[in-house]
């Protein structure tokens, strides 16, 4: 029995492109299987070696052999199915959230990272790519915990240099956020934060990529990607927790360091009042 259209397409790793291409798909599955390759083009807003490149990757020996699978293999559309995709990209973070859920019912080894993010000073926080955004906002909620925290937004020679400083300077642990697609510089900077002695934590997307083998410890959430561009809720839902069991092992510095800062955040009038 073939694969469904939804299995076929979800095990794959499509390109922004060919999510767009998918998306067309399984919202007018009846329609494109009467489309060339050109229509189906023009439908999903993407160019004609972007639909030839999908079929590739999909298995198929050209667009006429995959125009014969959409005959015979035609899901329901997505509306039919309960929802429009929007909310299916919702339901997708849900479910993803319900796994990391799971995998916190155990939280030791998460405290124990906790730990010993909590016990290097500095502690050095790196991402590039869609990782970056990431990668700001966990060394951002960690900075109102821990004494130095160092965000390292370049690579090469210049991640380099920033790292053997802060080396010198007493760090013992670098935390790098890589979520699909992994770029090359994550690679580059765990190996160079391995060469120098640190220790690496590495937060991504699944426990095994190719990315893992570099990396001392692993964190994962699973990434939702049911829409043109990957959903990282769950992997924000970890950095959270992460920062809280960093406040956890820290205890009462930590408490002081909040407080601090609310006080700062008083007098010079920060923020807005609701």
């Given at each position: 029995?073939?694969?469904?259209?939804?299995?076929?397409?979800?095990?794959?790793?499509?390109?922004?492109?060919?999510?767009?291409?998918?998306?067309?798909?399984?919202?007018?599955?009846?329609?494109?299987?009467?489309?060339?390759?050109?229509?189906?083009?023009?439908?999903?807003?993407?160019?004609?070696?972007?639909?030839?490149?999908?079929?590739?990757?999909?298995?198929?020996?050209?667009?006429?052999?995959?125009?014969?699978?959409?005959?015979?293999?035609?899901?329901?559309?997505?509306?039919?199915?309960?929802?429009?995709?929007?909310?299916?990209?919702?339901?997708?973070?849900?479910?993803?959230?319900?796994?990391?859920?799971?995998?916190?019912?155990?939280?030791?080894?998460?405290?124990?990272?906790?730990?010993?993010?909590?016990?290097?000073?500095?502690?050095?926080?790196?991402?590039?790519?869609?990782?970056?955004?990431?990668?700001?906002?966990?060394?951002?909620?960690?900075?109102?915990?821990?004494?130095?925290?160092?965000?390292?937004?370049?690579?090469?020679?210049?991640?380099?240099?920033?790292?053997?400083?802060?080396?010198?300077?007493?760090?013992?642990?670098?935390?790098?956020?890589?979520?699909?697609?992994?770029?090359?510089?994550?690679?580059?900077?765990?190996?160079?934060?391995?060469?120098?002695?640190?220790?690496?934590?590495?937060?991504?997307?699944?426990?095994?990529?190719?990315?893992?083998?570099?990396?001392?410890?692993?964190?994962?959430?699973?990434?939702a990607t049911a829409s043109v561009f990957d959903s990282h809720a769950a992997v924000v839902s970890l950095t959270v927790a992460l920062v809280e069991a960093m406040a956890d092992a820290a205890g009462a510095s930590a408490r002081q360091r909040l407080e601090g800062f609310e006080d700062?955040?008083?007098?010079?009038?920060?923020?807005l009042r609701e």
């Open positions: 029995m073939p694969r469904s259209l939804h299995e076929l397409l979800t095990a794959h790793r499509l390109t922004p492109a060919q999510r767009r291409i998918a998306s067309y798909l399984l919202e007018r599955p009846r329609d494109a299987a009467a489309l060339t390759s050109a229509e189906l083009a023009e439908h999903a807003q993407v160019s004609q070696p972007s639909v030839t490149r999908f079929v590739a990757l999909l298995g198929f020996d050209g667009y006429g052999d995959f125009r014969r699978y959409l005959r015979t293999a035609t899901p329901e559309p997505v509306a039919a199915r309960g929802g429009n995709k929007f909310q299916a990209a919702i339901d997708a973070d849900l479910r993803n959230l319900a796994v990391l859920r799971a995998q916190l019912a155990d939280d030791t080894r998460l405290r124990k990272l906790a730990a010993r993010l909590m016990a290097s000073t500095p502690l050095l926080v790196a991402g590039y790519r869609v990782s970056a955004a990431q990668a700001a906002s966990f060394a951002y909620l960690a900075t109102k915990i821990h004494p130095d925290v160092r965000l390292l937004t370049d690579a090469g020679s210049v991640f380099g240099d920033q790292l053997r400083h802060a080396h010198r300077a007493g760090a013992k642990t670098l935390v790098l956020l890589a979520l699909p697609r992994y770029p090359r510089e994550s690679a580059a900077a765990l190996d160079q934060a391995r060469d120098l002695g640190l220790h690496t934590l590495l937060i991504t997307d699944r426990p095994v990529t190719a990315l893992t083998p570099r990396a001392d410890d692993v964190l994962s959430a699973p990434v700062y955040a008083a007098q010079h009038d920060l923020f």
